[in-house]
């Protein structure tokens, strides 16, 4: 069952109404067209951001580490260690 839905426009938005409908812009097909847009950006973000492992995995097949990389010396769950090899690195730049 079709619905109307009624939307406030200022002056410049009536313009440009006025404009595309004198072109043959069906302004209905337009809103159409702009929510199912909008509709596939939002529900497309949402998927890809609840599947952050899959997202990871993507990344990792596209941009694999080189095989000559030496693995890090410290674990890199561990805030502290992280953090004083971070600075170690910075400072070492720096020279």
């Known amino acids: 069952m079709a619905r109307l839905v009624n939307v406030r426009l200022d002056e410049q938005y009536l313009r440009k109404a ?3 409908r004198a072109e043959g812009v069906a302004l209905s097909d337009l809103v159409r067209e702009a929510i ?3 509709y596939d950006q939002v529900i497309r973000c949402r998927r ?3 599947d952050a492992g899959a997202v990871l995995a993507r990344i990792f097949e596209q941009w694999p580490d ?3 990389l030496e693995p890090v ?3 890199v769950h561990e805030r502290k260690e992280a953090r004083a090899a971070i600075l170690k690195k910075l400072r070492s730049r720096k020279r």
């Open 73 to 75: 010396q410290y674990n």
């Open 66 to 68: 080189p095989p000559d």
């Open 18 to 20: 006025a404009k595309l």
């Open 36 to 38: 199912d847009t909008k």
């Open 48 to 50: 890809n951001s609840d």
